[in-house]
């Protein structure tokens, strides 16, 4: 059993950049992070692969970056010219599997881990 421990969320402006960071207690392969608003369904935002393949999806691609370090065993989220609907809570995920999709495609359900969550507020 893997657990994961997210920290960064918090509050800004439109336009701020909040950095995610999610550590893992053991070596994973895929790695991502998801987002759910009240009344939403999780989404997939991003995701790295064992070898470094990043995805992302359309919503946040070009203002998002993820990133890990294999060494400690740590996952980012550099989240930059945040909006409004970016509002929500943010969960890391990760699988001993690798990513077999872009995370546009992959689900939940294709993590076996996940982190508490921590939240992210954006203000017009």
């Known amino acids: 059993q893997v657990h994961l421990v997210e920290s960064g969320g918090g509050s800004v402006q439109a336009g701020g950049s909040l950095r995610l960071s999610c550590t893992a207690s053991?070596?994973?392969?895929?790695m991502g992070w998801f987002r759910q608003a009240p009344g939403k369904e999780r989404e997939g935002v991003a995701a790295i692969d064992a070898d470094g393949s990043t995805s992302f999806a359309d919503f946040v691609r070009g203002r998002f970056t993820i990133s890990k370090d294999n060494a400690k065993n740590t996952l980012h989220l550099q989240m930059n010219s945040l909006k409004p609907e970016d509002t929500a809570m943010y969960y890391c995920?990760?699988?001993?599997?690798?990513?077999?999709?872009?995370?546009?495609?992959?689900?939940?359900?294709?993590?076996?881990?996940w982190g508490q969550g921590t939240q992210v507020t954006v203000s017009s």
């Open positions: 995920a990760a699988d001993d599997g690798v990513c077999w999709a872009t995370i546009s495609t992959m689900s939940p359900a294709d993590f076996g881990y």
């Open positions: 053991d070596r994973t392969y895929c």
